[in-house]
């Protein structure tokens, strides 16, 4: 329940047509696409930057957590109020500012969604490089949030290197500029890049201008299947070697072909046990060649059975492996600690030795599969919530795998952030003087931690 | 004169002879590349990431100021002890600690030149984007303070573009841990990309992972004259809208044009007033119909005079013209206001009128030339350091051009960085809040103020 001094505030904010209080709104806003839940005490609607400002500005007064949410597609609960407080809803703030074709840039609120931009952009050829699967639905504010990526990240880069500036709130009420709406910018500290992938934790973004990149002609798909992963992890570093890189390459382990063995029909050579997808673009013309070119590369590097396929209905059925793998994964288990680590190139077939081993060890099954040209791999441990005793052991070698990914000098999240369930490896990944440094600037930013409390860190 | 302890502190920190507190020597290390000069209490060389922290430790203890230098090719005065207190030098601090081929890596220490660097990763054909022309003596460490760019950065990126993680030392002398090394990472706020472009303000960077990116076989250069500057602009956009855009576009406006011309015999047609260099690089089998397609794209857009060349002596030759213009500007004034404005593309032929404006009313001669691909112009406003009255009327007309250029939708700085003379503007390009938060950062990472102080801003 909110003290009526604090409606009263909100709705001068918003109006009383954009705050909600009764059960049925605030159920409706309690989750996202992941398993977390809780009944937030308001739900607000903000139209514009300024009611933003405004809401933010009441909040701080009166120390009322508040959790922005676009469309509420995270899998990781970054949208449930888990602290409680208030769910500001930026769904209402979807338009289009500025496309500026010559500047490439496109100026837009945050609770557009990913494909609204698509859409605009690819009338005049353009794109914005992240398109995350669940780009359909979820908004260019949550995008920046977790710093999105999506299957084309490899060759034209994440959030991060596709945003120019931003407007934004901070915790106490203020309005923060970042950036600038040019390709180049060298005044003050890089705070845009600080705002995307802070998890709401900073500031509540309102506008962005995003750089669009020109839209290749076309793209085509190749499947290369290897008897082991140490071949399969040569030809990705051979693949990434080329001055014109795949839009994307994705791996699935032998763990993960197996399961989809069991339960889908595979027109694979037996003798694979590591399978990768790669996507290329170009124009018409160097397609074919580019096909022939990646397809020489995967041969060299050992490829037992290739498969290409430039047209769209040629390509969607290529895919159906991948596709049937979360099924299968389904039948194996009803739970999964799905982990996005990351690893250097060279150490993918170290690390699928040592997720063997914790399978091994831990008496678990292990699917391994993901964006593997970044060394980006989604290790899904896979455990049965009845079974108590396998979920502990599913904990203990998530910690184990960890350690494991530092020692080889990788990164515990290459896409998810840390929410609530990475903070123990937070301080493992850098040193406790680093994540010190993070919790100031984080008080700093909103010194009366409203702004989506105890995600990345809890405050001291 | 530093206190006993004060030098005590910094000898066990280093040992006696990494300390030098000398004339000659304090002489030798008081000026970079800049007008700047201050001789400072003592100059400190260390040797490895401990004796850094160490020397740090002992000067937060003393409130000791330390400007950190590399080999003091700044021209901006950054590395020059304008606050007193001590010269930190980083040059013996110059080994390759770890070169990655096939996770296109490679792990520095901080001292090392960019050419080293370069060097080094050339013989396995890869290359590190941030090429500035200093780079045979600038160091990786100068690099990332000012996040430097250089003739690729148009299509590679700059520094932030191209650096995976960091370590450094803040103001207290503490180790911070910063990104990974891998090319995606999603773990708390991304510290890297805040410490590159902070100009030593925040903490010292001893080592950084670079992002090493396959180097193509070929380069070509093409020269193409316009009649007037909007053509050039739409020339620029157009070329900016293919899927493979040039390494390089640099402009030189009328003004340069006519200088080079009462200089140097310029073998260019006389209604040239606006002219482009475009750097394309391929294969060795593309490289000549990437020539054709530039051409042709040109000529489109109105090109009346196209050069071009593929062998490095006749490359060389056509960059004579551009060479011609340090010379040339000199013959005109001694001194200059040199900026580094970027504006959106499609602004450029604004811009260039208004600058036009500003030549006649405040009676300077303005020359403008530089990264047009990004919008990013040097335009320096020249005058003679004995007539005070054009010096007032330069700084005059300065802040004018920068009044334009945030009306423009652009950025005070593309590359040079806010250093001492740009501070006036930093609020106007964002807003106070927003300086006051790079403030409050500031004093997170460096609670005495010692690194680099009153760069960027002024402590409040």
Known sequence: MLKASCLNGLITAVGADAVFTDQASCIAYSYDNSACQQVPAAVVFATSHA???AVVACCYQHVLPITVRGKGS???????????????????MNKILALNVANRTIRVE?????????????????????????????????????????????????????????????????????????SKSAAGYDLTRLLIGSEGTLAVITEATLKLQPAAETRALLQAGFADITAASHAIVALMQNTDIPTSIELLDATSLTMIANYAKLALAPSVTALLFIEVDGSNATIASKIDHTSAALRRCGAIDIKSADQPADIANLWQIRRALSPALRHVADSKINEDIVVPLDKIPILMQH?????????????????????NLHVNILYNKVDTAQQQRAESCLAELMDIVIDLDGCISGEHGIGLTKQPFLTKQYNQ????????????????????????????
């Not at 949550?142 to 931003?166: D, I, M, Q, V």
Request: aromatic share 6%; charged share 10%.
């Open 74 to 92: 995270s899998t990781t609960g970054a949208s449930v109020s888990v602290a409680g407080g208030i769910v500001l809803s930026l769904e209402r």
């Open 355 to 375: 997720v063997e081993t914790l399978s091994a060890k831990w008496s678990l099954t292990i699917a391994s599969f993901g964006h593997a040209g970044n060394g």
């Open 433 to 460: 003087a680093t994540v010190n440094l993070m919790q100031k600037i984080k008080q700093q930013f909103d010194p009366a931690n409203i702004l989506n409390p105890n995600k990345v860190f809890k405050q001291p």
């Open 110 to 182: 945050a609770g557009i969604t990913n494909l609204q931009v698509q859409t605009r952009a690819a009338t005049q050829q353009l794109f914005w490089p992240p398109d995350p699967t669940s780009q359909a639905y979820s908004t260019v504010g949550g995008n920046l949030a977790c710093n999105a990526g999506g299957p084309h990240t490899l060759k034209y880069g994440s959030c991060r290197e596709n945003t120019y500036a931003l407007k934004a709130v901070s915790g106490d009420g203020s309005t923060l500029l970042t950036g600038a709406n040019t």
């Open 51 to 53: 009611e933003v400002a």
